[in-house]
T-cell receptor
Framework: KQEVTQIPAALSVPEGENLVLNCSFTDSAIYNLQWFRQDPGKGLTSLLLIQSSQREQTSGRLNASLDKSSGRSTLYIAASQPGDSATYLCAVRQEEYGNKLVFGAGTILRVKS | NAGVTQTPKFQVLKTGQSMTLQCAQDMNHEYMSWYRQDPGMGLRLIHYSVGAGITDQGEVPNGYNVSRSTTEDFPLRLLSAAPSQTSVYFC?????????????FGPGTRLTVT
């Protein structure tokens, strides 16, 4: 059974710092990995999607990497801002249950001004 | 495009009551799913659909029914609400583009069962 773990569970950093969020998964037979952002009381916003054949994806200050063989992904946020404060979720897509996403529990990020 | 919309945003039910959570998408996505989010547990799949007229169970389907009569709509029915169904419910849709299946989520419905 696929399990997704995110470390750390919570992170507090001063504004301007570069930071890395970690995601690991137990079954490397994935189709893709998706990073989401969730603001309190809100839905999920897709940040980046990495196909299993890709190594990384970039969008603005965000860079996500994928090492499928070792079961790891990282989300790098450059020059963090208070507006980046949110919960960040990673999820892997499995063929089981037709396009099912298996989610980690998330990392709660607080960027202090 | 409005994307994925869900109604209601909040709902309080008494144990044993039934209700339907509505979900609609205007992106012509073939895949739609329902997840529930509980504290510290991430999101878990309840039911999903790969197209109109086709539905199947996810990880935690007990106590819920779904139907997919159109591409746009995917309602989730709670047959007899229980306190264990207190959660935040998210509907998602996705499409197959070169195998990507990027998922788009609605804003969620917060359900409390007393």
């Amino acid at each position: 059974k696929q399990e997704v773990t995110q470390i750390p569970a919570a992170l507090s950093v001063p504004e301007g710092e570069n930071l890395v969020l970690n995601c690991s998964f137990t079954d490397s037979a994935i189709y893709n990995l998706q990073w989401f952002r969730q603001d309190p009381g809100k839905g999920l916003t897709s940040l980046l999607l990495i196909q299993s054949s890709q190594r990384e994806q970039t969008s603005g200050r965000l860079n996500a990497s994928l090492d499928k063989s070792s079961g790891r992904s990282t989300l790098y946020i450059a020059a963090s801002q208070p507006g980046d404060s949110a919960t960040y979720l990673c999820a892997v897509r499995q063929e089981e249950y037709g396009n099912k996403l298996v989610f980690g529990a998330g990392t709660i990020l607080r960027v202090k001004s | 495009n409005a994307g994925v919309t869900q109604t209601p945003k909040f709902q309080v039910l008494k144990t044993g009551q039934s209700m339907t959570l509505q979900c609609a998408q205007d992106m012509n996505h073939e895949y739609m799913s329902w997840y529930r989010q509980d504290p510290g547990m991430g999101l878990r799949l309840i039911h999903y659909s790969v197209g109109a007229g086709i539905t199947d169970q996810g990880e935690v389907p007990n106590g819920y029914n779904v139907s997919r009569s159109t591409t746009e709509d995917f309602p989730l029915r709670l047959l007899s609400a229980a306190p264990s169904q207190t959660s935040v419910y998210f509907c998602a849709s996705s499409y197959s583009y070169r195998g990507s299946y990027e998922q788009y989520f609605g804003p969620g419905t917060r359900l409390t069962v007393t």
